[in-house]
């Protein structure tokens, strides 16, 4: 159910409460899989709404007086979508999520999956204990299901190849050179066409209504401006902000933990080679002085540059996003695009540095499992062999 | 038995690690399907191969009357080959489009088998091109020459004329009998090349549309409305959202430095103003640490000030990041140039080897974090605590799993799967510790012991008696 943010446009009329509920929560929710079985009821989508744009500091206290029924409160709900709308681009990112891709993508990185994927719906935990090998078991569970992931991508790659070497020469487009699977099927099955037809006009009517919303915009920020201005003033109101949820403040203490480990690391290096270093340089003359500050202007430009990587928005400069496969011989497609070959090459070290630390973090609970076992008397420790 | 706000937590932790794998497969099983249908049409002689799951895709089959099951087109296989060997005798003929020639020429189009020979194919676009242009003006294609590959490749008709483009991709299509349905279709491949550049077209417009003069008043309409909104709110700074996107550039930065730092030390400096740099590098390092490390203080002291909100608790997930890849793309989709298929599935199953190594790391994180302590204070050396830490380790401190695709590997790999298969182990019933014969790795290695065991010297006192019996202890498999 795609909210027609673009078609409502700068409708004088208050809408309806329960549609501006709807429309919130699918614009807050990351596109939910295809199963529409999966939707809360209303009441339960109005409380997501609220907890979303809490944990996203929106600023008035009214919307959380709203009764979740759906009964009142449509300007609110008003304010709040134009206050979606005033803080980033949401419209493009919504329109560029349930874009029709007709290519074979695939992401170049690891963003998306971050958010947590399938509906909200809250699990019943028991609370009751359970035994180790409970948790060994779904560990072993995840393993084999990677496994089976990793089988079942290999196929798929292997069918994706044959599909775009036997449509080599088909595509009209020249930079593109072959079909991929979405286009082939559009050639094979006709109705499957048809849908697809159908997709990509309602997808250019979205982005009609895009451009028609970006005419009147301005228009629309003019009369948001009064309608805020017609709400009663929000009494002064005691800072209290939304609890992080137990599993972000469980996020922050793992991190601090391991920036903690690095600096400590860090500093018993640094010590050492500082004072190693100023046993060596310790006679020498001021001519030195001159390549120390070179060598420390280059440094700090370096580790600007690393810093840029992880600061706000400087996350651009790698690749991003899904891609669309296209084979081509090598050599033969010069034109813009990213080389397979250079993505490899980033994973791969990527790949070295995470098992690296992996080991590592493994090798920690070893030494510290036979540190608290090895200190009782009357064991012997016997490890697997290779461990 | 562990305690329930542990199990609490790495239950959820689990159970998120094994729903988002379970996500990944039903939308990987989505794809397949289409492929495996898609290329059943193409290579019906492979048909076994590519069909583990004849369920489900027999229902899609039973739809269009028109669409010949695989065993019949086997069948017509070797009437196309006939048929497409006369035709092209026929058209060398160069003649005008005989209603005899009719019928096979249709069917010579419906089949596109690279396991017969290497000339079928171009043979078909041959009479693809030639079909195309009895309903047009004659354009040029001539398709007599094998293509020295021997490849299928289905050329098209010349480049210049966009409409004979589309007819050119109708003419190409290479599915069987869809002969009352001909008509149809050929609207269907001529409307989305329309559509694609009207698309085109839309969405430059609507970026061009995000740097013009007229965006300037609407954003200072925008910021303006924004105040308003904010002027009842002190702190604007600190909700969820901000903190939890903040603590994970945190967490990359941390592992940006590691990894800086690991280069650094194995970095072998030649001469002295190497050694300083590297030096001066990690002074650096240790600096940002140290501010990032600040940062998160404050960060942590304004989480746990606010902890009081009488908030519905809801787990709407977190909006997507900003991974749209940039202004850009949003139009024009950008490309991912490969260049065989072992490319492709190298860059595909490394891919999922570093999501897999993520989380891999943080569940490891998270059980170090929960399940060490629990075998530190829980002191009473009976048989539960054995076996606490006997799970203990095989969750931590093996299993790291491996793609043991690759060439060259060395028993590395063989005794990663030992520890694999140690787990893997788990998934029967019981980590039972005899009876690891079950299980081969791909290499063949036996599984080893996937467990560490212990072994309690015969005078001491704590020997256990009756559950944990030598035969658990020893573990000698």
Known sequence: MWPQVGRRGPSREAQKAPALWRLLFHVLSPRPADDAAALPTPEAQARLVKSALRSQGYPRRALVQLPEDGSQGSRELLLALSWLLARGPLLERLLAQIRVRLGDEMPVCECEVLASPGPPAPRVEADGCVDIRHLQWLMGKLRFGWRNLITSQQEHCALLGKVHSYTRGCHSDRSLGHLSVTEAELLRDPEGGRQLLRRLESE????????????RELVFWQWMDTVLDACPPEASQPTFLPRIPERGAGELELVARELQALQEELQAVVETRRAAWEARVGGWGPGWKATQRASEEAVRQELTALQRAWERGGGLAQPHGPHRLVRSEAGTLGGPGLRATEVIKALRSREACLEAALRQL???????????VGALPGFIWILPPGC | MLPAGC???????????LDACAERQRQLERSLRVSRRLLRVWEPAETPALEPTPGPDTNEEARPPARTPSPQELKELELLTQALEKAVRVRKGLSKAGGRDEAPSRKSRSIVSPATTASVPPRASGQAG????????????????????????????SVGDQTCKARGAQAAKPEPG????????SAAPQAPEAFTLKQKGLWAQLSSTETGDSMDATTTAKTQFLRKMQSGWPSSRLCAAEVEAEVGRLRKACSLLRQRMGEELTADPVDWMQEYHCLLTLEGLQAIAGQCLHRLQELRAAVMEHQLAPWPEGRLPSAPSSCGGGADSIWSPQLLLYSSTQELQTLASLRLRVAMLDEQIHLEKVLMAELLPLVSTQEPLGPPWLALCRAVHSLLCEGAFRLARRAGR????GLAERGAGGSLRGTEA????????????????????GSACFVPLPNSSIFPAGLESPRGIIGAQ
């Open chain 1, 204 to 215: 250019n009517a979205r982005l009609e209504a895009a451009l028609e919303w970006r005419r």
């Open chain 1, 362 to 372: 493994q090798g920690q609970c070893r030494q510290e499992l036979a540190r608290l």
């Open chain 2, 7 to 17: 199990s609490r937590r790495l239950l959820a932790e689990l159970r998120d690690a």
């Open chain 2, 130 to 157: 030639r079909r195309a242009s009895e309903t047009k003006p004659p354009r040029g294609v001539r398709q007599t020459t094998v293509p020295a590959k021997g490849l299928p490749e289905l050329r098209l008709l």
């Open chain 2, 178 to 185: 869809l002969r009352d349905q001909e008509m149809a279709p």
């Open chain 2, 410 to 413: 060395d028993c590395r790999a």
């Open chain 2, 430 to 449: 019981l980590p039972a510790v005899q009876g690891g014969e079950g299980l081969r790795t791909r290499r063949g290695h036996p599984p080893g012991r």
